[in-house]
């Protein structure tokens, strides 16, 4: 865990303790279970984002792919009876089949980012409203899947404690993705991409591919995100489900210190941004705050924390400027700078 | 001629270890055209860069119309009447023609919001044009022009701010030779306007052309000035060359063996008219010299797979390869040290360790997973072996000096099979310390059988590090030399593109 990671979960236990001060319910069971849940669905799609933010691009569809993937999920395992263990591959495929079309377009069209993934959230948000012809879709009555829900929604009892399957899931998902991006050859190519994409490629990185596995990893990830969410929900409106989740995402990435321009950040990181960001969520139902503050009261922690982050950068730039000038007197660079 | 109005007396530039300017003086009169030539470094760009108020000098003055400073900013030099045509023009694509020659200087109707009064600007630029004898329009956007026709914008703008003095940095390098002819005449008009001009340029016909005075630079300091009589390409090169060359040469082990790399007929975007053909031998250095934008480090970016190959082939121990891409080159054991070691041969935010291992980092698995414990052996053994002085191998790259740095963009390569290593100006920034063990590391290289592709714009490295030396002309090789016919004039000579 690097300083930053640390002052996060500082920051997370200091937020915490205030609310319990406040309002000790924060405590109970039932509250920590279901905050719990929240951060297991959240944090399987942060983590899907930070795999593209790392490579400096940005993902702005998940709401909407987290939107159609779900309803189509439900409506194939349940008015197309298809086997839900078929639907959930199908699922999972076509989110990575996302990715792989999002990833090509920013490599070989050339087309940034951001507008990619705009056309994405408009395009997958339309057509699942298209295809539910706007209408809510659901379990109808008696459907029922015991498995699949005691599988996605369920809750084992560890220790006296409820904890959701979805937490299960994220620890999973965050151990096999936090061994990818620190310890293989993969993540080590995917942050020196983000960082600098001509040195990566001197370097014999085939950047393109590296790119378009970020985004096909990215989907794949949202899609299972999809499915849980869906499974929780249990109903989906496609004009609202999963709306703004991709700021969510791009929050918790930030807040766990991923850069925007790419090359940086850490898995525990956004685990911990997206538990923050659930906490403040908390935060406001228990304090009384009226819920229309909701976005203002998280913009506003986000925006202090990446100003104190900057200040502290800032002040240990201060400290090791000086003490560079002993450093350096042995191997001073006789720069031949403009000389010509 | 008439009085000169403005005088550069006694101004010296020194950078921390070098001396860019050594007590230069030049006079310049109305209406008088001069040549400023002198080899790559000969600080011909940082003197002009003086009169434009870019660089402010370390000593001496300036006198214009009589008055005495010791230096200009750049507003104080544009009034002082002295405008620069820079080499990568100051230009804003997406305004036009018109938008461009006015930029900051827009005529305004009346009135609080400022509108820009079009039909007043256009009306401004007009004369402009016809003065030039431009072929295009004041409302012609600027991306739709060539670089040619930017050029004489560029000039625009010096007039439309009453220059009197108007410096251009190899006006002519990238222009087609109709071009350069209307940009010939364009200057001898401003002469006869009584404008002056100083350009800079390696091409000596143009100096012969055009020029009533030729002032030559070498090692910073001026070496002599040749009046419009005494002017001849001869006169030119004999006070271009001429300076003590240590000699650094440290013959091979052995005689060099067959051609490991072949260049067969090779074109690249820059020249789409011009092929390159060259072979590299088994356990030699073979330098490649020439001016600056001769296309050196396009061949190399396209012999590494950076820029794709316009024509010709590529041939490794005489089979011919295909690289697509520098992955590809990579694995065929062909590397290359490029010009950039910040932006393109380095990541300044990683550690030394994981820039050595980057290139090769399937060599360092364990059971699928980066071994940090071997990439950090390694990364110790090539600090060892290449003298590479940092407190540790985390240590990030960008902490490093120059010469640091590129010995770190060398352990990359050394840590693999090196076949065929490119350098591109590989001791640029780099203090004499450390130049002189990447010269050392080089033969150790070619006595293993490396062979070595050196560019280089330094006349004292090319001639004393080479075995052999290309030299390239406008995209095609314009000759080989043998260690006995080397010489500073002979690279000279064919830099320009005579004969020897």
């Known amino acids: ?340 | 001629m008439p009085e000169p109005f403005l005088e550069l007396v006694d101004i010296s530039k020194t950078y921390p270890g070098v001396v860019a300017l050594d007590h230069v003086d030049l006079k310049v009169a109305p209406g008088e055209v001069i040549a400023l030539i002198g080899e790559n470094g000969a600080g011909k760009s940082t003197l002009m860069r003086v009169l434009g108020g870019v660089v402010e000098p370390s000593g001496g003055l300036i006198r214009v119309d009589g008055v005495e400073r010791g230096s200009f900013t750049v507003a104080e030099a544009i009034q002082a009447g002295i405008a620069f045509v820079h080499q990568e023009l100051n230009l804003f694509d997406n305004l036009d023609v018109a938008g461009n020659v006015f930029i900051g200087r827009e005529p305004v109707h009346g009135g609080p919001l400022r509108l820009i009064n079009r039909q007043a600007l256009y009306a401004k630029v007009r004369p402009l044009l016809e003065r030039l004898g431009a072929d295009f329009e004041p409302d012609a956007p600027l991306a739709e022009l060539s670089l040619a026709q930017r050029q004489l914008v560029e000039i625009m703008k010096a007039l439309s701010l009453d220059a009197r003095l108007v410096i251009m940095d190899e006006p002519t390098s990238s222009l087609t030779l109709t071009e350069t002819d209307r940009l010939m005449r364009v200057i001898a008009g401003l002469k006869a306007d009584g404008v002056s001009i100083i350009f800079i340029t390696h091409r000596l016909n143009e100096v012969m052309q055009c020029a009533d005075r030729a002032v030559v630079l070498r090692d910073g300091r001026m070496v002599g000035a040749l009046t419009r009589a005494e002017l001849s390409p001869a006169a030119m090169i004999r006070l271009m060359i001429g300076r003590d060359l240590k000699s650094l040469y440290v013959p091979p082990a052995a005689p060099p063996g067959e051609a490991v790399l072949d260049i067969v007929q090779a074109v690249t975007d820059t020249y789409p008219e011009r092929a390159v053909s060259l072979s590299v031998r088994r356990g030699e250095i073979l330098g490649l010299a020439g001016l600056v934008g001769s296309g050196r480090t396009e061949l190399a970016r396209a012999i590494f797979g950076v820029d794709p190959l316009r024509g010709g082939a590529i041939r490794l121990d005489g089979t011919p390869i295909r690289i697509a891409s520098p992955r590809a080159a990579i694995e065929h054991g062909i590397y290359l040290v490029p010009e950039d070691r910040k932006s393109s041969g380095l990541l300044l935010d990683f550690s030394i360790a994981e820039n050595i291992s980057l290139p090769d980092l399937s060599s360092y698995l364990r059971l699928w997973l980066v071994n940090t414990a071997r990439e950090t052996e390694n990364a110790r053994r090539q600090r060892e072996r290449l003298k590479i002085r940092a407190p540790d191998v985390e240590t990030a790259v960008g902490s490093l000096s120059g010469g640091n740095q590129q010995k770190v963009v060398l352990a990359k390569w050394l840590s693999m099979r090196p076949k065929v290593l490119i350098f591109d100006e590989p001791t640029r920034g780099i203090d004499v310390g450390a130049k002189q063990e990447i010269y050392d590391m080089l033969r150790r290289l070619t006595d293993a059988g490396v062979a070595v592709l050196m560019i280089s714009s330094d006349m004292e490295e090319v001639i004393g590090v080479s075995d052999r030396i290309a030299v390239m002309h406008e995209g095609a090789i314009s000759g080989f030399l043998d260690r006995s016919q080397f010489s500073e004039h002979n690279v000279l000579q064919l830099a320009v593109g005579h004969t020897i």
């Open chain 1, 1 to 340: 865990m690097n300083k930053k990671d640390l002052s996060l979960l500082i920051l997370i236990l200091v937020v915490g303790a205030v609310v319990t001060f406040i309002n000790p319910r924060f405590l109970l069971v039932g509250n920590l279970s279901n905050t719990a849940n929240q951060v297991g669905m959240f944090g399987i799609f942060s983590i899907a984002e930070a795999f593209v933010i790392i490579i400096g691009g940005i993902e702005l569809s998940v709401g909407s792919v987290i939107a159609l993937l779900g309803v189509l999920f439900i409506d194939l395992i349940v008015n197309h009876d298809v086997n839900w263990m078929l639907a959930f591959a199908a699922i999972i495929a076509g989110g990575l089949a996302i990715g792989l079309v999002h990833g090509t377009l920013v490599t070989r069209m050339h087309i940034q980012p951001f507008v990619v993934t705009l056309c994405g959230l408009l395009i997958y948000r339309g057509a699942a409203r298209y295809y539910t012809e706007d209408a809510t879709a659901g379990f109808g009555f008696g459907a029922s899947f015991p498995t699949l829900e005691w599988l996605t929604a369920g809750r084992t009892n560890v220790l006296g404690f409820p904890l959701p399957h979805s937490v299960v899931a994220l620890f999973i998902v965050a151990a096999i993705a936090w061994v990818l991006l620190h310890r293989s050859v993969f993540g080590r190519y995917l942050y020196a991409v983000g960082k600098n994409e001509e040195a990566a490629r001197y370097s014999g990185i085939r950047s393109d591919r590296v790119v378009i596995s970020a985004y096909i990893i990215c989907g794949g990830l949202t899609a299972f995100a999809a499915i849980l969410i869906a499974m929780y929900t249990r109903s989906i409106s496609p004009a609202v489900h999963g709306s703004f989740y991709e700021l969510y995402a791009i929050a918790a990435a930030v807040l766990g210190g991923c850069s925007l321009r790419g090359g940086e950040g850490s898995i525990i990181g956004v685990v911990l941004g997206t538990v923050l960001l659930q906490v403040l969520q908390n935060l406001v139902n228990l304090l009384g705050i009226p819920s229309s503050l909701n976005f203002a009261v998280m913009g506003t922690v986000i925006l202090i924390g990446v100003l104190g982050d900057q200040y502290l950068m800032q002040r240990r730039r201060a400290t090791t400027a000086k003490a560079r000038p002993q450093a350096s007197v042995a191997a001073a660079p006789l720069e031949r700078a403009n000389a010509e």
